[in-house]
């Protein structure tokens, strides 16, 4: 049942939980896929993301069925993107020297804790000192995903002032290191935020998300 709501409603252009739960109680084609069963947003939700790489590979193979039928045309694509804030907080962004200082102490932190843990017998601190080890050991793992989304940055601001030729020394970037794929970025009200940029397109006469 979820399956089938998901891909009728990507193939109708609805990408929201929120929207599917409506249409199953307002519209007769959701309504007929839900043979009289009421689903919540949150059941919806849960799925989509729960199962993205099923279902990704499934519209997939649905919309190069259509496709093939003739019943949509891949030739025009209609792009649009949207601003979506990110969880990370504005203190999380650091420049290089402040990357390298927190994946410095998260290193020491970790290679401290994983002697304790083994120089303790204790089971129960053992485990209370593996779990802090671990908070480390990714807390380290964030950092490093940040300075590597710093170098990308960075080659990418290089590139556009060579191409635009004016000389001007590019400001020196910053990364989030508690979530390296968000960037700072200018929001509809006007404000700056942590935010990720969302591209979707879909095909401009059937507006099937692709």
């Given at each position: 049942l979820l399956l089938?709501?998901?891909?009728?409603?990507?193939?109708?252009?609805?990408?929201?939980a929120r929207a599917l739960e409506r249409l199953c109680g307002s519209h007769d084609v959701y309504r007929w896929l839900c043979g009289g069963v009421s689903v919540n947003y949150h059941t919806l939700a849960d799925f989509r993301v729960g199962c993205a790489d099923l279902l990704d590979r499934l519209l997939c193979e649905h919309l190069a069925a259509l496709a093939d039928a003739g019943l949509v045309t891949l030739d025009s694509l209609a792009q649009d993107g949207v601003r979506v804030r990110a969880s990370a907080g504005a203190?999380?962004?650091?420049?290089?020297?402040?990357?390298?200082?927190?994946?410095?102490?998260?290193?020491?932190?970790?290679?401290?804790?994983?002697?304790?843990?083994d120089a303790r017998s204790d089971a129960s601190n053992r485990r209370i000192k593996a779990a802090r080890e671990r908070a480390a050991r990714e807390r380290g793992e964030r950092v490093r995903a940040a300075r590597a989304a710093l170098e990308e940055i960075e080659r990418r601001r290089q590139a556009r002032e060579e191409?635009?030729?004016?000389?001007?020394?590019?400001?020196e970037p910053r990364a989030s290191s508690t979530d390296a794929q968000a960037r700072?970025?200018?929001?509809?009200?006007?404000?700056?935020?942590?935010?990720?940029?969302v591209q979707v397109a879909s095909t401009a006469g059937e507006q099937f998300v692709v």
């Open positions: 089938a709501l998901w891909l009728y409603a990507s193939s109708d252009g609805v990408g929201s203190a999380s962004f650091g420049r290089k020297a402040t990357l390298d200082r927190h994946l410095s102490i998260a290193e020491a932190v970790v290679d401290q804790l994983k002697h304790e843990v191409k635009r030729g004016n000389g001007k020394k590019p400001k700072v970025m200018k929001m509809a009200d006007g404000g700056f935020r942590p935010g990720y940029n």
